[in-house]
């Protein structure tokens, strides 16, 4: 703490000690200086002081904010109807596969304008998440040219505010090298790129009759150590 209030900063050109006290602490190693200063000049210097670094915090602010202006983009309106992307960035899980975070979500239809800069969009029903968002999360959809290039829409369900990828089959199963059991999961629409994962069985909760069905195709494969298979 005592370096960075002895510290001089480039916004004001002064430490922070020197702004409260109106001088310099004693390192231990510069000799002590006497003055004749007398308390109303101190006061007037300390002012003069005060008044210079404001006017240099307030210099440094404009900066910045001419800095971030120049980076930041316009608005966009959207209008009713047309279909958007959704920014992942506040859709949360609290399961432990965070790659599937972060993503874009859609495409959703606009349903409202709400205040200046947000918007209502069309959620599936499955989502327990308010359908309002600013309109920085949002980016516009463009209907793509070719059959080529459309692909399945990344809508997971959203339960108890966790995301939820559909299963498509459970292809293989392992321990890691911690013995922790782990399987090889298709998913339906690739959440993540790649459809083929590694998940562990905290993350298959809900895929109990795929796994009760690969177990029964591939009884050596590895198991937990008690699981019951229904003939």
Not at 8 to 31: A, M, R
Not at 82 to 93: A, H, M, Q
Not at 155 to 168: A, K, M, S
Not at 189 to 208: F, K, M, V
Request: a neutral charge; hydrophobic letters at 25%; proline letters at 6%.
């Amino acid at each position: 703490m005592f370096s960075y209030n002895n510290k001089v900063h480039s916004s004001t050109g002064h430490t922070p000690f020197f702004v409260n006290k109106g001088f310099h602490p004693n390192d231990g190693t510069s000799p002590l200086r006497s003055t004749d200063e007398s308390v109303n000049q101190f006061v007037e210097r300390m002012q003069n002081i005060r008044e210079d670094t404001r006017a240099a915090i307030g210099l440094a602010q404009e900066s910045m904010k001419k800095f971030y202006d120049r980076g930041r983009k316009e608005g966009r309106e959207y209008k009713v109807g047309e279909k958007v992307w959704l920014e992942g960035i506040n859709i949360r899980t609290d399961r432990p596969m965070k790659k599937l975070d972060n993503k874009r979500y859609g495409p959703f239809k606009v349903k409202r304008k709400v205040g200046a800069s947000a918007y209502e969009l069309e959620l599936p029903r499955t989502w327990r998440h308010h359908p309002v968002f600013n309109e920085y999360l949002l980016s516009p959809y463009v209907e793509p040219s070719f059959d080529s290039q459309k692909r399945q829409p990344e809508i997971p369900e959203i339960i108890n505010d966790e995301e939820e990828w559909e299963v498509e089959d459970i292809l293989d199963s392992r321990r890691d090298k911690n013995g922790n059991l782990e399987y090889q999961v298709l998913w339906k629409h690739s959440p993540h790129g790649d459809r083929r994962t590694w998940e562990s069985r905290a993350n298959l909760t809900n895929c109990a009759e795929l796994l009760e069905d690969f177990h029964r195709r591939h009884p050596e494969k590895p198991k937990p150590l008690t699981i019951t298979i229904s003939e």
